[in-house]
């Protein structure tokens, strides 16, 4: 196979599974809409609350780098950086072990069956980790690059927090300060940056040992 074709299989797959994220993001926006419709709230705050959970954040980027590598036109894109590609990976699959280990044991059946849940915390989490190994570019992954993946996350936990003051919507019972205190929060926000860093590490550690096997 000459190397312009599996660029072009490898751009058709990013393709595909962008299509995927697409239609699962708009998909699950009309069904929680639909659902927060019950509740009386406004299509702004149903909305704001769509957006707020980690996982829809992570997917949106996952699918932002997919299409960027599916369409790109140059190396050297932000969005084609293996520094961005990575952290979207340690984030996207922190999604889903998060979800497998913490949130699904206390779903509703319902919820963990639907179309949705299964492409957003499972097919997405492992289509781009494969995506991430055997597309994207590992030369130039740092040591400390887990830490600087951090930020976002503490950004995150900090906004959902303020908000959370606000309006008393907390989009994880792990984060719900009103129930947990901000102790229990903390403790659990530091578990999670731990994962979330582990994570990040051994993407690096992988991405150093492929880097000495694929080109640059």
Not at 9 to 24: E, F, H, N, Q, S
Not at 125 to 143: D, E, I, M, N
Not at 166 to 179: E, H, N, Q, R, V
Request: glycine share 8%.
């Amino acid at each position: 196979m000459t190397l312009t074709r599996t660029a072009k299989l490898k751009r058709t797959a990013a393709a595909l599974l962008a299509l995927l994220g697409w239609v699962t993001l708009v998909l699950g926006y009309v069904r929680f809409i639909g659902a927060t419709g019950d509740q009386g709230l406004s299509l702004a705050e149903a909305t704001v609350r769509f957006f707020s959970f980690f996982v829809i954040q992570a997917n949106i980027l996952a699918v932002l780098v997919l299409t960027a590598f599916a369409v790109k036109t140059g190396p050297e894109e932000w969005l084609v950086h293996p520094f961005v590609r990575s952290a979207v990976a340690a984030y996207i699959v922190m999604v889903g072990i998060i979800y497998e280990t913490m949130l699904s044991p206390i779903e509703p059946l319902q919820n963990v069956q639907s179309f949705t849940n299964i492409a957003m915390h499972y097919l997405m989490p492992l289509g781009y980790l494969v995506f991430w190994l055997t597309c994207v570019r590992k030369a130039g992954l740092r040591w400390y690059d887990p830490l600087l993946w951090l930020i976002y996350p503490l950004f995150y936990l900090g906004l959902v927090l303020v908000r959370g003051k606000m309006s008393g919507f907390y989009p994880y019972p792990f984060l719900d300060a009103k129930t947990l205190g901000y102790a229990g929060v903390a403790a659990n926000t530091a578990g999670l940056l731990v994962v979330c860093a582990a994570i990040g590490m051994c993407l690096v550690l992988i991405g150093w040992w492929l880097s000495r096997r694929q080109p640059a």
